[in-house]
């Protein structure tokens, strides 16, 4: 049969995909990859991450008999471009979900189909599509809880295995990735960051194995203690497809039928990224607007030129817990999850600084940067997203240190400043961050720019008075 060609996009992997196992039972398979605004609109961080992944997935694919075809340019006029060289007669891909994406992917199916073509999209970056998850009166789910009740006992199908590629009997030309310069925008924080990245799905496989094997028992008692090694790790593979959420909730079964207390607690984290899709999907506001339409009048400061934002953003705010975990970040790229919520709250409340200022710091320095998951986790802290609190939740940075960090591991860690021998990770700081920024490790740490008490007492006045409009 003529060649298929497979589109990639959050999908860098060969187990477990379903598009790719469709294409490669219809015949030839002719994988690429499309840099379009999609890819150039990347932060920093997630754009030099997603060129180190399709670096080594074309590496995967040269071994598998394969190649990956690299192009630039609008999907549409791409694709057409390679069946018009290519003589293809199908075009597969998996599917997205953001709104840009699901306008893009549809323009695109219609245009192949209107030139006879199939053209055909597949699940693969969610284990439950979001039209398939449904509450008992025929809508979306709003709350978690009940959304996991709804799916935890699901069926859900085995993982597949990587299938045979057979090549086309000619390959298409391919552009450089290295002419790309994806990484470009990350400037020397590249070199930093790489050290701590371990791109592609080989990398994806053995670190969920090692979890599986060593850190799934305690994964509930010792995740959010952010200086030890208890978390899977998983998030940023997830972010470009090196591995499937089906292969995470196989693991998390598993785990359980071997008697191991945290696996039900990783599954239900497998689940609260499907539930960040679900919402996402039914209501795309989530992405750039308050969830709760009510909380467009709470009185957020939006100006990112602020003197605490600029604190917050260098991790200079005089809050360890916060610091930390901004260095944490400049660093690996990565921040630990009970860090994310702590450096949230401290903006969006003891600053009183609007979360779309958070939110796009992190889409900007975030190698696991994920649409979905990141304005639910920032409106969930704000209080503006599907949060079933009945109160306004504003974390204690120091009091979350003392609880997560008692020895003083993780602030050692990151913040070097006072440290008569500075960790080698408390050093890179400096060097990943912009050298106009003008920090030394040899500066005195910073004072709190905001009190403790001071910044809460004003987050919970403006909560009661913007309450009180609401009537």
Known sequence: ??????????????????????????????????????????????????????RVFGEALEAAGSRLILRRGPAREVLEELVAETGAEAVYWSRLYDPQAIERDSRVKAALKERGLEARSFPGHLIFEPWEVETQQGGMYKVYSPYWRAVKDREVAEVLSAPDLTAPGTWPESERLDDWAMGKAMRRGASVVAEHSAPGEASARAKLAAFSAHRMEDYKARRDFPAE???????????????????????????????????????????????????????????DANWREDWDGFAWRDDRRLAEVRAWEQGRTGMAFVDAALREMYVTGRMHNRARMVVASYLTKHLMVHWRIGQAWFEECLTDWDPASNAMGWQWVAGSGPDAAPYFRVFNPETQLEKFDPDGTYRRRWIAEGQARPTKTALSYFEAVPESWGLSPDMAYPEPVVGLSEGRERALAAYESFKQEQG
């Open 229 to 287: 090694e208890a978390t899977s790790e998983m998030s940023e593979y997830l972010t470009y497809g090196e591995i499937s959420p089906r292969q995470l909730w196989h693991s998390a079964l598993r785990g359980a039928a071997e008697g191991k207390a945290g696996a039900e607690h990783f599954r239900k984290e497998v689940v609260w990224r499907e539930f960040a899709y679900h919402l996402m999907y039914h209501t795309p506001r989530l992405l």
């Open 1 to 54: 049969m003529a060649p298929t060609i497979l589109w990639f996009r959050r999908d860098l992997r060969l187990h477990d995909h379903p598009a790719l196992t469709a294409a490669a039972a219809r015949g030839s398979v002719i994988p690429v990859f499309i840099h379009d605004d999609s890819v150039a609109s990347l932060g920093a961080a997630p754009r030099w991450r997603m060129g180190e992944g399709l």
